[in-house]
């Protein structure tokens, strides 16, 4: 399924995937979305929108939701695993601990 993703300063992405994932709209507190791609996880196509934080970008992979777990770091990059409805999300950044935590309260907690 075709995905265009529009992004902050109207930037199209269009990413395929099997599958609708969730995008949200996180630049009124600090977090433009700044485009989007499919990689492959674990054999799965995924879902990853690229979100601005500050100097620093986030890749928020979504799949339907699975059964994969994530280490709390990654070569050096904070993850962090979560349920979003029918998918199962992973947020990944060289952001610290505590800010990459503040951007998934901000994602599960919007609309």
Same mark, same amino acid.
């Given at each position: 399924?075709?995905?265009? =993703? ?6 199209? !992405?269009? =990413? /395929? /995937? &099997? ?5 949200? &709209? ?10 989007? %791609?499919? $990689?492959?996880? $674990? *054999? %799965? ?21 699975? /059964? *994969? /777990?994530?280490?709390?770091?990654? %070569?050096? @990059?904070?993850?962090?695993?979560? $349920? &979003?409805?029918?998918?199962?999300? #992973?947020? =990944?950044? $060289? ?5 990459? &935590?503040? @951007? =998934?309260? %901000? #994602? !599960?907690?919007?609309?």
């Amino acid at each position: 399924m075709p995905i265009t =993703v529009c992004g902050s300063s109207s930037l199209l !992405t269009q =990413v /395929t /995937t &099997d599958f609708a994932p969730p995008v949200k &709209d996180l630049e009124a507190v600090g977090y433009p979305l700044r485009g989007g %791609r499919v $990689d492959v996880v $674990d *054999g %799965r196509n995924a879902a990853v929108l690229v979100y601005q934080a500050g100097a620093h970008t986030i890749d928020v992979s979504i799949q339907p939701r699975g /059964t *994969g /777990t994530a280490p709390a770091t990654l %070569r050096g @990059f904070n993850v962090r695993r979560f $349920d &979003d409805g029918d998918f199962s999300v #992973w947020a =990944v950044s $060289d952001l610290n601990g505590r800010e990459l &935590d503040a @951007f =998934v309260e %901000r #994602w !599960t907690s919007a609309e």
